[in-house]
């Protein structure tokens, strides 16, 4: 498979059951729920931490697995580093999503590419567990478990978001450990983090790669 696939593959999965936790999110207490799910979770600046994706496509007999590292900083983006099978870079930003690969580099300007916006928003929400952005666009069922746990179901609101993403699954604690979307082709995605850390600033590295 090409390059430019692999890396297009990687864009559109990140637009992408825990045991006895009690079902929550009815039209009472959905508030509430949200609330709590956000209290447990990390609320630093930015956030670093591993992934491992993989990806089962339609027509490849064996899914595609990627590993590197990630960054999310709130108000600013989110970078996902690829470094296996091959190095890559995706920049992005609420203006702009940006590819850098041995090739070259590509952008795309939300201000050029209608609904550009919109889906680096959701990307940014899906990874920093914003479910206030998230409840907007998904109607949201899930459940808490002990202390620190939770999961959650989203199912798109609108139909033509549907055609796209008919199923996003979450899980987590302080942070995200898992991603799973299901597309509306039937591809899938599963996305795990690990060694996620908190940290109050970009270096001055990052801060120049947002800009």
């Known amino acids: 498979m090409k390059r430019r696939s692999m890396v297009w593959l990687t864009c559109t999965c990140m637009v992408a059951t825990l045991g006895w936790g009690q079902p929550l999110l009815a039209a009472g207490n959905a508030a509430d729920w949200v609330s709590e799910v956000m209290r447990r ?3 630093s600046e930015v956030i670093r931490g591993d ?7 339609k027509g490849f007999k064996k899914p595609l697995v990627s590993r590197g590292q990630f960054l999310m900083a709130k108000g600013r983006g989110v970078q996902w580093l690829t470094q296996t099978p091959f190095a890559s870079q995706l920049i992005v930003t609420r203006d702009r999503m940006t ?9 795309l300007d939300a201000r050029q590419e209608p609904g550009l916006r919109a889906i680096n928003e959701l990307l940014m929400a899906v990874l ?3 479910l206030r952005v998230l409840a907007a666009r ?5 459940t808490v478990s002990g202390p620190h746990g939770w999961s959650m179901v989203l ?7 549907a055609r796209f993403i008919s199923r996003i699954e979450m899980e987590g604690a302080q942070h995200v450990q898992l991603v799973r979307l299901t597309e509306g082709n039937g591809d899938g995605s599963l996305i795990r983090f690990a ?3 908190g940290d109050d600033h970009l270096t001055a ?7």
């Open 155 to 161: 199912v798109p609101k609108d139909a033509t978001l």
């Open 138 to 142: 998904f109607d949201i069922t899930g």
């Open 128 to 130: 920093g567990g914003d």
């Open 195 to 197: 060694h996620q850390r």
């Open 51 to 57: 992934f491992e994706q993989t990806k089962s496509v």
């Open 41 to 43: 979770m990390d609320n």
């Open 99 to 107: 590819t850098i690969t041995d090739g070259g580099t590509q952008q």
């Open 205 to 211: 590295a990052e801060q120049a790669t947002f800009n």
